[in-house]
T-cell receptor, first 116, second 115 residues
Framework: AQSVTQPDIHITVSEGASLELRCNYS??????LFWYVQSPGQGLQLLLK??????LVQGIKGFEAEFKRSQSSFNLRKPSVHWSDAAEYFC??????????????FGTGTLLAVQP | DTEVTQTPKHLVMGMTNKKSLKCEQH?????MYWYKQKAKKPPELMFV???????INESVPSRFSPECPNSSLLNLHLHALQPEDSALYLC??????????????FGSGTQLSVL
């Protein structure tokens, strides 16, 4: 069965520091992988996605993620964090549901706090 | 217009009430979704309408009833809910449903409290 694991529930970084959020997935075939961000009480916004090709994916807001098949990982990185990056981050794998319908399976999320 | 609009933003209802959540998109997307998100948990898929055909997560209780009047509108009818149904209900849409790799556009959600 498909699953996503985000081992870090809560991370605190200083503004201007680098960031790496971890994500591991379990999926039988080549996965569709996503990172979404959610501000409190809001919906989710797509940061980036990986389908195939270049394993280093660039996203919005200066984020990037690297797909590593050998480690079943899709970690999210940002070289310099801004206070506005404080939010909950969800890694997700896209799967077919019922053979034809799109379904996102989310990890449990990582809550990012940014210290001034 | 790249927005998914959900109304109301907040809803408080009693266990005997009937209410509806509404969702609208004008991006020409052919798939629309309802997700339920409990506090400090990831979203969980409840229903999918793809080309106005319904797919159901069989673990969702029958007190939740989705409706898709047309490809731009999605409703979630609520009846006889329980306090444990209190959650953020998120609507999303995607251009299509092929292959599991579609980008989802999410609304900001309806925060539901059942008393």
């Amino acid at each position: 069965a498909q699953s996503v694991t985000q081992p870090d529930i809560h991370i605190t970084v200083s503004e201007g520091a680098s960031l790496e959020l971890r994500c591991n997935y379990s999926y039988g075939a080549t996965p569709y992988l996503f990172w979404y961000v959610q501000s409190p009480g809001q919906g989710l916004q797509l940061l980036l996605k990986y389908f195939s090709g270049d394993t280093l994916v660039q996203g919005i807001k200066g984020f990037e993620a690297e797909f590593k098949r050998s480690q079943s990982s899709f970690n999210l990185r940002k070289p310099s964090v801004h206070w506005s990056d404080a939010a909950e981050y969800f890694c997700a794998v896209g799967a077919l549901w019922g053979g034809a319908t799109n379904k996102l399976i989310f990890g449990t999320g990582t809550l990012l706090a940014v210290q001034p | 217009d790249t927005e998914v609009t959900q109304t109301p933003k907040h809803l408080v209802m009693g266990m005997t009430n009937k209410k509806s959540l509404k969702c609208e998109q004008h991006m020409g997307h052919r798939a629309m979704y309802w997700y339920k998100q409990k506090a400090k948990k990831p979203p969980e898929l409840m229903f999918v309408y793809s080309y106005e055909k319904l797919s159901i997560n069989e673990s969702v209780p029958s007190r939740f009833s989705p409706e898709c009047p047309n490809s731009s509108l999605l409703n979630l009818h609520l009846h006889a809910l329980q306090p444990e149904d209190s959650a953020l209900y998120l609507c999303a849409s995607s251009q299509d449903v092929a292959q599991g790799g579609e980008k989802l556009f999410f609304g900001s959600g309806t925060q539901l409290s059942v008393l």
